[in-house]
């Protein structure tokens, strides 16, 4: 079992839905989540952090995290079309950054 | 520009070189990883230092992959005798590492091909 899961696309959606990404993890020294959104040929850019349960919201995305059932989500409200992207969950405890394997959106116009 | 920069941004080299990148992390990150991204994969981890110190080195990392971080600033990543299999995007990121604020910023990558 991979250490963390993210639910494998693509995903393709019309412009102005609600997108969910999810990724599970299985190492509970996990303490810190990230998601990035990463163009093609570009680095990672970081989206969101958080480090403890719960909510953060942050214009139309909001990352949510469950650390009892090791379960993290990205939403992204009224989904545009500059929305299609890659997104990769990453998380770490005390050493190296650990990514899921990463999901590919589109949003349709 | 404060973000992580990374030179270059593209090497072309054929199967046998010898290769070289640098990264040079946001001012003030202590922590700075090196990843390796193939098509339509995630991330994959290399290694990463604490200041000057390597802490931690992938198992994949073959002793043809060699990291340096003199002084904690700068770092660069050298692959000996270059294979195709070699070829891919490699990220550098940095992290400030400070309390609750251990969020990772990456640069645009090296993307490597070896013909």
């Known amino acids: 079992q991979k250490e963390v899961e993210q639910d ?72 545009q079309p500059s929305d299609s992207a890659t997104y990769l969950c990453a998380m770490n405890g005390i050493g190296k950054l650990t990514f899921g394997k990463g999901i590919t959106l589109s949003v349709r116009p | 520009d404060t973000g992580v920069s990374q030179n270059p941004r593209h090497k072309i080299t054929k199967r046998g070189q010898n290769v070289t990148f640098r990264c040079d992390p946001i001012s003030e990150h202590n922590r700075l990883y090196w990843y390796r991204q193939t098509l339509g994969q995630g991330p994959e981890f290399l290694t990463y230092f604490q200041n000057e110190a390597q802490l931690e080195k992938s198992r994949l990392l073959s002793d043809r992959f060699s990291a340096e971080r003199p002084k904690g600033s700068f770092s660069t990543l050298e692959i000996q005798r270059t294979e195709q299999g070699d070829s891919a995007m490699y990220l550098c990121a940095s992290s400030p590492w400070q309390g609750a604020r251990t969020e990772a910023f990456f640069g645009q990558g090296t993307r490597l091909t070896v013909v």
């Open chain 1, 8 to 79: 494998p696309g693509p995903l393709s959606v019309p412009e102005g839905a609600i997108v969910s990404l999810n990724c599970t993890y299985s190492n509970s020294a996990f303490q810190y989540f990230m998601w990035y959104r990463q163009y093609s040929r570009k680095g990672p850019e970081l989206l969101m952090y958080t480090y403890s349960s719960g909510n953060k919201e942050d214009g139309r995305f909001t990352a949510q995290v469950d650390k009892s059932s090791k379960y993290i989500s990205l939403f992204i409200r009224d989904s």
